[in-house]
């Protein structure tokens, strides 16, 4: 997948991080990676940031992101709370704040 994204010069440290750390680690070197590339656009998608700082273990990046994105009312937003890249941050102080300025039902 990642030569075919135009990334084949990666593959071989993603493979290095899956056969020396599993799995979990390879996607975090590879959301890294995007994270990289995402931020080298002169305006970044908001959801498409935030999803890569999740994946990359970027709990805080990730969260000043979606807060971002609060401001514009990004329609990301709406799927905050049901997209499983965002369960890592479920149990934030920050994350039960953003939920409430959306709007959305607490419980």
Same mark, same amino acid.
């Given at each position: 997948? +990642?030569?075919?994204?135009?990334?084949?010069? &990666? /593959?071989? #440290?993603?493979?290095?991080?899956?056969?020396?750390?599993?799995? =979990? *680690?390879?996607?975090?070197?590879?959301?890294?990676?995007?994270?990289?590339?995402? +931020?080298?656009?002169?305006?970044?998608?908001? &959801? /498409?940031? #935030?999803?890569?700082?999740?994946?990359?273990?970027?709990?805080? =990046? *990730?969260?000043?992101?979606?807060?971002?994105?609060?401001?514009?009312?990004?329609?990301?937003?709406?799927?905050?709370?049901?997209?499983?890249?965002?369960?890592?941050?479920?149990?934030?102080?920050?994350?039960?704040?953003?939920?409430?300025?959306?709007?959305?039902?607490?419980?």
């Amino acid at each position: 997948m +990642l030569a075919l994204d135009g990334h084949s010069d &990666w /593959v071989p #440290a993603y493979l290095r991080e899956y056969r020396q750390k599993g799995y =979990e *680690a390879a996607m975090s070197f590879m959301a890294r990676k995007y994270v990289g590339e995402i +931020l080298k656009s002169p305006q970044p998608d908001l &959801w /498409v940031l #935030a999803n890569a700082y999740v994946l990359a273990g970027m709990r805080e =990046e *990730a969260l000043d992101t979606l807060f971002q994105g609060l401001k514009t009312r990004h329609l990301g937003l709406l799927q905050v709370r049901v997209d499983p890249d965002f369960d890592s941050i479920r149990n934030e102080p920050r994350y039960a704040e953003l939920i409430r300025q959306i709007g959305f039902p607490t419980e």
